[in-house]
């Protein structure tokens, strides 16, 4: 069985977008990664939702990152305050009280959408044209699993579902076995995995592939214009919890991994895989498990993305934030 190396997108039509997430340093580079990608990307809304921290502060820091990257006309929906079952968890000691440590946040000036997101995505996907928009989750998936419950019908506008999640190759990340957004809502996930959507997974397994270095922080300041020096304030102070826990020489940049993997797949090799997400309390709580061999030769249901092009990615990003102010 061999990898494959993902389609090459250059050819490949306008991406129809939302991106759901709960900003968090390394969402809030991801959503200006898109942000700056309007050639590729059509970031029809972002959907927010509780996991770093709470929905309020993910709102508010999703606003926030639209303002930096100029793009205040894309809508912001807020979603699910809490997980479908398990009790809420956060990650305050490695994005801060206010889901952004490194920075000096402020109330944005546009506010949130009317609605919730749930009912945004069950609108916008009952009347989408079939399999028309691909859906970025970089948090946990407790808005989607939402809508997939209240109206499964929706399946029929979704492209295609790319999540920020889970782990096989080298363990977790907030349990030996659990990354955190499978971990914050294996429900959720389990939803998604069983709704019949096409799935897409960018793992620790590839994100802990693509780290920071002081090669790759500084190509970024060189840009010298507001974005860059934002990214580099929010990676310094992100990345140093990574560091210390791994004893790695940089950090990852979990969800700016899920859109370089838009614009440019063939930084990226996976191969289809069958993933069941373990939701029984206990030790293995939240982990995702991979027959990466297809030892128990189940249906495979999500295309499994193991590794990266480091420097192709920080290339990528580096060019893209040269865009913004
Ligand atoms: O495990 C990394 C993931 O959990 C990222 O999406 C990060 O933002 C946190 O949500
Ligand atoms: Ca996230």
């Known amino acids: 069985m061999t990898l494959t190396t993902a389609t090459n997108a250059q050819a490949a039509p306008k991406i129809d977008l939302i991106i759901d997430t709960d900003p968090g340093a390394d969402d809030v580079v991801a959503l200006l990664f898109a942000l700056a990608s309007p050639d590729e990307l059509n970031v029809r809304a972002l959907t927010t939702v509780a996991g770093n921290v709470r929905l309020d502060k993910t709102s508010r820091n999703a606003r926030l990152a639209r303002e930096w990257a100029g793009r205040e006309e894309v809508p912001v929906y807020a979603g699910a305050p809490r997980p479908l079952m398990r009790t809420p968890i956060y990650a305050e000691d490695i994005h801060g009280k206010e889901g952004l440590s490194g920075i000096a946040v402020h109330e944005p000036r546009k506010g949130l959408a009317k609605g919730s997101a749930i009912t945004y995505l069950i609108d916008t996907l009952k009347s989408a044209e079939p399999h028309s928009i691909t859906i970025a989750m970089l ?128 930084l990226f090799s996976g191969r289809s ?53």
């Open 139 to 266: 948090g946990p998936q407790t808005n989607l699993a939402l809508a997939l419950i209240q109206e499964p019908g929706i399946v029929q506008g979704i492209k295609e579902v790319v999540v920020m999640g889970g782990a096989h190759f080298n363990g977790g990340n907030i349990t030996p076995v659990a990354e955190f957004n499978l971990f914050a809502d294996p429900q959720a996930a389990e939803v998604v995995l069983n709704s019949g959507v096409k799935l897409t997974y960018l793992p620790l397994d590839v994100t802990h592939k693509i780290l920071t270095s002081e090669a790759h922080l500084n190509q970024i300041a060189a840009l010298n214009n507001n974005a860059s020096r934002l990214v580099g304030s929010i990676l310094n102070e992100y990345i140093k919890g990574d560091m210390e826990h791994y004893g790695l020489p940089g950090g990852p940049v979990h969800d700016a991994t899920v859109v370089a993997y838009l614009l440019k797949p063939q």
């Open 273 to 325: 895989v069958n993933v069941v997400v373990d939701s029984r309390e206990g030790l293995t709580f939240g982990q995702t498990i991979v027959d990466w061999y297809d030892g128990l030769k189940a249906p495979k249901n999500a295309f499994w993305v193991e590794s990266g092009d480091a420097q192709g990615f920080f290339d990528l990003l580096t060019e893209r934030l040269a865009r913004l102010k």
